[in-house]
């Protein structure tokens, strides 16, 4: 059953920079650190003169309206210097490295990536999306316990399970897959986790394409939810009714990630 990466929409990137400076807040409050912050620490790296070069791919559904521009806006918002080429593809591939990119950014359907053509470093979205948002979510100031809920074990869900039991936590995991639940089962050792479960967590991690996901019993007040999964997993309702400090972006925080992992 071939799993079909959720593509965003030009409406999931409105007021990109808003939806970033909002996230960045919310990072702060929840580790004490900004998202370059949190980057720095986890990949030990820092910024030199890398010019980011940012290339439109027409293949399969073709642009998203805004994606690339909002990569032009991430990449703006984290400090690096960057552009969008006039042509897409191969083109603007070529365009790309004439006008002097040390990093490309590019997707297609199936594969977002970043490749640094000075040191040969090359990162994707998926697992880089999975690893910072639960990063993040492992450095909840007000934890107070090691145990962390995981939804969602797909491209991005396992590399953030797997993150998070590199850093010792008790992690209670599931998906609507039981194929995927027992594969993460039995390649990291996590707890399978039935969602009927009455058991209040302080730290979750959602990585799904689906809607409400968490049931209102595994919530606590101010539990962080560190979540890159479009639709939001929890309704407004319960986001209020728990005080849940909530960590969601849809592009520039996984790009951040990718970015710092291949500096
Ligand atoms: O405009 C373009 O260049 C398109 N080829 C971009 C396609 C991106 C498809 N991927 C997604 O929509 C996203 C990933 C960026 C992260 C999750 N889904
Ligand atoms: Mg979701």
């Known amino acids: 059953m ?11 990137l409105m007021n990109i920079n808003k939806q970033l400076q909002e996230a960045d807040s919310a990072v702060r409050r929840v580790t004490g650190l900004d998202i370059k912050g949190v980057c720095k620490a986890l990949y030990g790296t820092s910024q030199g003169s890398e010019k980011v070069g940012i290339v439109p791919v027409t293949s399969g559904n073709g642009i998203i309206g805004n994606f690339s521009a909002s990569l032009h ?8 210097d960057s552009f969008v080429t006039d042509m897409p ?22 594969t977002f990536l970043a490749h640094n053509l000075k040191n040969g470093k090359i990162a994707n979205n998926q697992p880089c999306t999975g690893i910072i948002y639960a990063e993040i979510a ?30 010792g936590f008790r992690v209670y995991g599931y998906d609507a ?31 799904t394409p689906c809607a409400d996901t968490l049931p209102e019993a595994v919530l606590s007040e101010n539990c962080v939810l560190s979540t890159p999964g479009i639709p939001c997993a929890i309704s407004e309702e319960f986001r209020k009714k728990y005080d849940v400090q909530l960590v969601m972006e849809p592009l ?10 291949v500096l």
């Open 177 to 207: 897959d039981r194929t995927l639940l027992k594969r993460t089962v039995s390649n990291l050792g996590i707890i399978p986790f039935d969602l009927e479960n009455s058991k209040k967590f302080s730290i979750i991690f959602e990585a």
């Open 73 to 80: 806006a991430i990449t703006q918002y984290f400090g690096f």
């Open 138 to 167: 492992s450095r909840h100031l007000k934890a107070n316990s090691k145990d962390v809920l995981v939804v969602g074990l797909g491209k991005v869900g396992f590399p953030g399970a797997a993150h998070f039991v590199h850093k």
């Open 2 to 12: 071939e799993i079909k990466m959720a593509l965003l929409t030009p409406h999931d």
């Open 89 to 110: 593809d191969v083109s603007g591939y070529y365009e790309a490295v004439r006008n002097g990119a040390g990093i490309i950014l590019m997707a297609d359907d199936h």
């Open 252 to 261: 520039g925080i996984g790009t951040a990630s990718m970015l710092y992992s």
